[in-house]
C-alpha cells in the first residue's frame, strides 16, 4: 500500500546574522526526502572587492579579516603576498617563520570552531566547550603578537605589523604541547561515539570525481580522497622547510571530513613546532612595506593562491600604477564549496542536512563578500 503524499517547501534560515547564519536553503520535500535544494545568498554582502578599488594597498588588509573571521591570518597573507608578487618584493626570513606561525595557529583556531560548532549542531553539547576552551589558548597567542583577538590585522605588505614580544615563542611552545594532550581528548570524547558514527558516516558522500568537477578545495576536497594541499604541491613563503603530512580519506563522507580536519590540527601543531625551532632573528618587514601610503606597484596583474583553514583562498590584483588597486578578485573558498550543497541533499532525509552542511564548514563571510 502506498501512502500518498505532497511536496512541501520549507525555508531553513537566515538564522542569525554571523557563522552559520545569513544562509537561506529553500528545501522541496515529499515526507522526510529531499526532492530539491536551493541555496540562497547575499544577506550579508558587502561589496569587498569594489571597495578595494577606493582604497590604498595597505588600507585594503583589514577588509580581508572579515571575509573569514576565523582564518585572518591567512586572509591577511594572501592578500599581502599577492602584492609582494606584483613588486617583487623579498620578506625578511624572520617575518615569514612570525606569518607560518600565526597562520598555522589560526588554523587551528578555526578548525576547533567548526569542530564544537558541528558537534553542537547535531545534537553535542561538551565538544563546543571543549573546542571554546582549548581556541582560548590560541586567541591568547594571537592576541599577544597582534593585538586584537580575532580580526588580528598582523601581516603587511612586506612583512609583518611588529615582532614577537620577549618570550613569546617559548609560550606557544607550551601551548603546542597543551594542545597535543587535548587532541587525545576530541578522539575519546566524539570520534568512536556511536550516535556520531551513525549520524555521519556514509552520509553526504561527495565522489572523488565530483569534489574535482566542482572545484572543491581544503578538507571536503581531502575528504573525498584527492591529496591536494598547495603548502605541499605549489609551495608559498617557507612551507617547504617543514615535515608535515597531507591527510586525505577515500570515504568522501561527513566522517571522513571529520576525520581529515582533525588530522589537519595535529599537522599543524607539526609546522608550528618546527618553525618555533627554526625562527632566526632579523628584520621584520622590507623597507619599501613601512611607506605604507606610497606602496605603487608597476602596471599589470597577478594572482596568488594558498591554503586556508576552509580550502583554496585566491587574490587577483590589477593594477595601474597607482597607490590603489584597479581591480582586486577574490576567490573564496567557501562561496565554491557551498555550490555542491543543492546536489549532495537531493534524495537525503531532512535529518541529514545539518549534518552535510556543517561538513563542508562554510563560512558564509566569504560567501557573501
Known amino acids: 500500500m502506498s501512502i500518498k503524499t505532497e511536496q512541501m517547501v520549507l525555508n531553513i ?55 573569514d573571521y576565523m582564518n585572518a591570518m591567512t586572509n591577511n597573507y594572501v592578500y599581502c603576498a599577492a602584492i609582494e608578487k606584483m613588486m617583487g618584493l623579498e620578506v625578511p626570513e624572520r617575518a615569514e617563520y612570525l606569518r607560518v606561525i600565526t597562520m598555522e595557529l589560526n588554523r587551528i583556531a578555526s578548525h576547533l570552531v ?8 547535531i545534537g553535542a553539547l561538551s565538544p563546543f566547550i571543549y573546542a571554546f576552551r582549548d581556541r582560548e589558548t590560541i586567541l591568547d597567542r594571537l592576541n599577544e603578537i597582534s593585538g586584537a ?14 615582532d614577537a614580544p620577549d618570550g613569546w615563542i617559548e609560550k606557544v611552545k607550551e601551548t603546542v604541547k597543551d594542545l597535543r594532550e587535548k587532541m587525545e581528548e576530541y578522539d575519546t570524547l566524539v570520534t568512536g561515539n556511536e550516535v556520531f558514527l551513525g549520524r555521519t558516516k556514509g552520509v553526504g558522500i561527495i565522489k572523488k570525481e565530483d569534489a574535482i568537477n566542482w572545484g572543491l578545495s581544503g578538507p571536503t576536497l581531502r575528504g573525498s580522497g584527492v591529496n591536494f594541499d598547495l603548502r605541499k604541491d605549489q609551495p608559498y613563503s617557507i612551507y617547504d622547510r617543514f615535515d608535515f603530512d597531507v591527510p586525505t580519506r577515500e570515504e568522501g563522507d561527513c566522517f571522513a571530513r571529520y576525520e581529515v580536519r582533525l ?6 601543531l607539526r609546522i608550528v613546532e618546527q618553525a618555533c625551532e627554526q625562527i632566526v632573528e632579523g628584520d621584520i618587514i622590507h623597507k619599501k612595506g613601512q611607506r605604507i601610503m606610497m606602496l605603487k606597484p608597476p602596471a599589470g596583474e597577478t594572482y596568488f593562491r594558498c591554503e586556508a583553514s576552509k580550502g583554496e583562498i585566491g587574490v587577483y590584483v590589477v593594477s595601474n600604477g597607482k597607490n ?6 577574490l576567490r573564496r573558498p567557501s562561496f565554491v564549496n557551498v555550490e555542491i550543497l543543492a546536489s549532495m541533499l537531493k534524495g537525503r532525509n531532512i535529518a541529514d542536512l545539518v549534518a552535510i ?6 563560512v558564509l563571510g566569504e560567501v557573501d563578500a
Not at 114 to 121: I, N, R
Not at 263 to 268: L, W
Not at 324 to 329: C, E, G, I, L, M
Open 357 to 362: 552542511f556543517g561538513s563542508l564548514d562554510v
Open 114 to 121: 567548526w569542530w564544537g560548532t558541528y558537534l553542537l549542531d
Open 149 to 162: 583577538r580575532m580580526t588580528f590585522n598582523y601581516m603587511r605588505i612586506g612583512g609583518v605589523k611588529w
Open 13 to 67: 534560515g537566515p538564522q542569525h546574522p554571523s557563522t552559520h547564519g545569513v544562509f537561506r536553503i529553500e528545501v522541496v520535500m515529499e515526507g522526510e526526502i529531499i526532492k530539491q535544494a536551493r541555496p540562497v545568498i547575499g544577506y550579508l554582502h558587502r561589496g569587498t572587492e569594489k571597495l578595494a578599488e577606493d582604497l590604498t594597498y595597505s588600507q585594503f588588509i583589514p577588509y580581508t579579516d572579515r571575509l
Open 324 to 329: 590603489k588597486p584597479y581591480r582586486v578578485k
Open 263 to 268: 588530522e589537519e590540527m595535529r599537522q599543524s
